[in-house]
């Protein structure tokens, strides 16, 4: 086996602790080399429960650091393009976290970047890689569901009511739960059923999530915290997204609940985010039918 990719990660927060950490854990390929993030105590956390690793504070120096192959970044949607067009310059290939800009500028000038100093780049669209969305797509390739009509997905939340920070101020996070979370609805619709011919759709704010945690006047929310879209795929496929964050009832321990399906001219399947394990399939004349994902596809 070749030797492992040395991965950097550019900031230590709860994302990187929930999904990238334990990702590149289970992977042999891959080690957890360096880690950045301006917050010391945070590093200092961090050497204590993940792998050994080399800290920074500066994300440029670990950009630098020639122990490193490739980096993800994990920090506010604002502060993606400098850093991502800084490890570029320095050679590495880059997963940024979604949303890549916080316009089309800011990710074409990104891809661009990436694609002239020949380096590898991706998103972290993290959903096309859970089993049961695998599997769904394999039977969706396959043939088993016939001709693809139909797309739908619903990713609900309850999120507080009071400031999500920076995520609520429009020039910092590019959007609300459009950008947060709609957004891999889309990448997965679009990696089983191709490119989007055309779309609308409309989006909401429900609150103003004018104070603080602690009752502390902030300024109000400007982004949005629910989303709708209709659309139509290349294919002549249809399909239907929705989302919120402040759906009561819909806490789940933090993780809220999923439903996303695809119908077809012969069957309907179905992915939920709380059982990656399992999927979902209907046939006609039947009901839905909850089944184990085959052991090849499990992660």
């Not at 599997?135 to 009071?162: A, I």
Request: proline share 7%.
């Amino acid at each position: 086996m070749s030797a492992p990719i040395n991965i950097g990660i550019i900031g230590a927060g709860a994302v990187s602790d929930f999904h990238h950490v334990p990702g590149i854990e289970i992977d042999p390929r891959a080690r957890l080399t360096a880690v950045c993030d301006p917050n010391e105590a945070l590093l200092q956390q961090r050497q204590s429960v993940w792998p050994a690793h080399k800290s920074y504070t500066e994300y440029a120096e670990l950009a630098d650091d020639p122990d490193v192959d490739a980096i993800i970044i994990a920090t506010p949607n604002y502060t993606h393009l400098p850093i991502a067009l800084t490890c570029i310059e320095a050679g590495k290939h880059v997963m940024c976290e979604k949303p890549l800009g916080l316009n089309f500028e800011e990710s074409a000038e990104m891809y661009r970047a990436a694609r002239d100093k020949g380096v590898r780049h991706m998103t972290a669209f993290t959903y096309r890689f859970a089993p049961s969305m695998r599997y769904v797509k394999h039977l969706l390739v396959k043939g088993d569901l016939g001709e693809p009509r139909h797309f739908r997905s619903q990713r609900f939340l309850e999120w507080p009511e009071t400031s999500w920070g920076w995520r609520q101020i429009k020039k910092l996070a590019g959007a609300g739960d459009l950008f947060d979370m709609t957004i891999h609805r889309i990448d997965f619709a679009q990696d089983m059923l191709g490119p989007i011919q055309s779309i609308c759709g409309a989006v909401q704010q429900f609150v103003k999530r004018d104070k603080l945690a602690d009752g502390t006047p902030c300024p109000p929310s400007e982004v949005d915290d629910w989303s709708s879209l209709i659309g139509r795929f290349e294919s002549g496929a249809v399909g239907v997204w929705e989302g919120s964050t402040l759906m009561k009832g819909y806490n789940n321990g933090g993780v809220g609940y999923e439903w996303a399906e695809i119908n077809g001219s012969e069957a309907s399947a179905v992915y939920q985010l709380t059982d990656p394990n399992h999927y979902w399939i209907g046939r006609p004349g039947g009901s839905l039918e909850k089944v184990p994902v085959p052991d090849d596809f499990l992660v």
